[in-house]
């Protein structure tokens, strides 16, 4: 055979092999150049380990009081599942120049997403599991849902694949987690009243994340981008 | 929501209520002395019989008066004794109410100490599931013997005990103390699973023991941590773990005495990280307490005292 296997010094001494760009098996349609840098990407995973982190510890506090047993056995897989959200999130800093430390850097985007992580974790009593369960599965993960899937769709898709491959389970999970949350939540809001409490809380906590920007604090341009 | 929480604010439903705390205290600090564990369940005789009122523990407490916790906690768990299916389904409801505070536990060391190494944070949020796992499994087990939540007055005398509010002293308590205990409580499970043949709980139990040496090890790392280049704090760390193994052997009824009614699981615990000096200190330690002979003793003057009164009161009504 007189087909070369390994190309030589001169041009007529290159191979036989057919030539493909990166990108044409399977056909590749994605393109460079996403919508936020290396810096922004940083940023946004470390709000995203914040609200993760934050949300496992309110929900380890909430299990004691919560009268309702599959209520406290179904947080506890929550719980595990959102560690290992944040602990995803934490291994990603240091591929993003944050240093080998960030590990464990968590950052609310501003005081007004902190307060409002502060407002989910506000109830206490046992009388209070609609309260808590509204703040996570009605509010703030749907939300954190929703920002995921922007992130993912909006960073670059080639240079930011491992930050989407992460959010991509982050997403999967998520969205197992409100189902079984809003179930649990329809089946205790089972009058109009209880229902009108739920509708309320998410009200209320609806109208406080937004007015922080979200976990990012850009939720108004995220969801302008989108539009 | 404020961090720590005591024992009486852990909520439950309507189906379960509370046993006096007082009770389990007794038992581990009883002397090997009939007369005086005579005179000790004579005195919580009227609220040993209000905490079992109602539930399925009350018929043993007509069978066997006050003492009825001597008898269950004394005597090894055997097939073919008499009330052992009853027995049996005591013991699982208290490992079900027993894995419902650890899981209480580990969750709450989440919210409690936020400020503890990621690593730590991530071992106690896997705890989370795992004992959510184990409530389930021993819900399903309790269903399997015949037997359903509630139906036994529920102590939270372990979560007092493991709950300190100093991190060391937490995992030394619920990850060293109390999964330590559950190690040899499932050991002794399994044994007679496979004595009875029944492979259901033999494998349940064998998966949760699996589970718990893990936890043992989070524990054992996790002291050796929190008081990394600190002896003071470690011998105040071993100190608190000793009076928690202490409590938790029930007055000898789990140690490594030949009448043990739950022998320590040896060879689990070293697999969890427990050396054999801490071995060695935990069978001292429990086997402190009164002699099976005493107790036998002592059970059996309680029986028949209480047997005396309750026919006395039948004949004088």
Request: aromatic share 10%; glycine share 8%.
């Given at each position: 055979m007189s087909e070369r296997m390994y190309p030589g010094m001169s041009p007529d001494e290159r191979t036989t092999f057919s030539p493909y760009s990166a990108f044409d098996i399977p056909a590749d349609l994605r393109q460079l150049h996403g919508r936020y840098d290396v810096a922004s990407v940083a940023r946004r995973v470390r709000n995203f380990r914040y609200a993760e982190e934050w949300m496992m510890m309110i929900m380890g506090g909430w299990v004691a009081t919560i009268p309702e047993v599959p209520v406290k056995t179904g947080l506890g897989k929550v719980i595990w599942e959102g560690a290992q959200a944040a602990d995803e999130f934490g291994k990603r800093l240091p591929e993003l120049r944050c240093g080998r430390k960030a590990v464990e850097a968590s950052e609310a985007s501003n005081e007004g997403f902190a307060g409002f992580v502060q407002a989910v974790a506000g109830p206490e009593t046992p009388d209070l599991t609609i309260e808590k369960l509204v703040g996570v599965f009605d509010v703030l993960k749907p939300h954190l849902v929703e920002i995921y899937e922007t992130t993912m769709r909006e960073t670059d898709q080639i240079s930011d694949a491992p930050t989407i491959e992460i959010l991509e389970t982050a997403v999967r999970k998520t969205r197992r987690h409100i189902a079984w949350g809003q179930e649990v939540l329809d089946r205790l809001c089972d009058t109009e009243a209880l229902r009108e409490r739920r509708r309320a809380r998410a009200d209320e906590l609806s109208e406080q994340l937004s007015a922080s920007g979200g976990v990012t604090g850009t939720l108004a341009s995220d969801r302008g981008q989108l539009n | 929501m404020k961090r720590f929480i005591e024992p009486n604010e852990l909520a439950r439903d309507s189906r379960f209520i509370r046993q006096d705390n007082a009770m389990a205290t007794v038992l581990?600090?009883?002397?090997?002395?009939?007369?005086?564990?005579?005179?000790?369940?004579?005195?919580?005789?009227?609220?040993?019989?209000?905490?079992?009122?109602?539930?399925?523990?009350?018929?043993?407490?007509?069978?066997?008066?006050?003492?009825?916790?001597?008898?269950?906690?004394?005597?090894p768990l055997d097939p073919d004794s008499a009330a052992a299916t009853m027995r049996l389904i005591l013991r699982m409801h208290g490992i079900f109410v027993g894995e419902l505070q650890a899981l209480e536990g580990a969750a709450r060391s989440l919210w409690d100490f936020p400020d503890a190494p990621w690593e730590f944070k991530m071992n106690m949020a896997r705890q989370c599931w795992d004992e959510g796992r184990h409530v389930q499994i021993f819900e399903k087990l309790l269903e399997h013997l015949g037997g359903h939540v509630g139906m036994f007055p529920e102590s939270t005398f372990l979560f007092e005990a493991a709950c300190s509010d100093d991190p060391a002293m937490r995992v030394a308590g619920?990850?060293?103390?109390?999964?330590?205990?559950?190690?040899?409580?499932?050991?002794?499970?399994?044994r007679y699973a496979e004595k009875t043949g029944d492979e259901v709980m033999q494998q349940a139990v064998d998966y949760v023991l699996a589970?718990?040496?893990?936890?043992?090890?989070?524990?054992?790392?996790?002291?050796?941590?929190?008081?990394?280049?600190d002896p003071e704090h470690l011998q105040k760390t071993q100190d608190f773990r000793r009076e928690v193994d202490k409590q938790f052997s029930f007055g000898g009824s789990r140690s490594d005495r030949e009448d043990a009614a739950i022998p320590i699981a040896w060879e689990d615990r070293k697999e969890a990280g427990f050396s054999e000096e801490e071995l060695q200190d935990l069978a001292s330690v429990s086997a402190e307490g009164p002699s099976k002979e005493t107790l036998t003793q002592a059970a059996q003057i309680l029986r028949e005292r209480f047997h005396a009164k309750r026919n006395g009161e039948g004949a004088r009504s």
């Open positions: - | 581990a600090s009883m002397p090997d002395d009939v007369d005086a564990i005579v005179a000790a369940f004579e005195q919580f005789s009227p609220m040993i019989e209000e905490s079992v009122r109602g539930t399925a523990a009350q018929e043993l407490f007509e069978a066997y008066g006050p003492a009825f916790t001597l008898v269950v906690l004394n005597e619920v990850n060293r103390g109390l999964e330590g205990l559950a190690c040899d409580v499932f050991r002794d499970m399994i589970d718990e040496i893990t936890h043992v090890r989070f524990g054992s790392e996790w002291v050796k941590e929190f008081t990394k280049g």
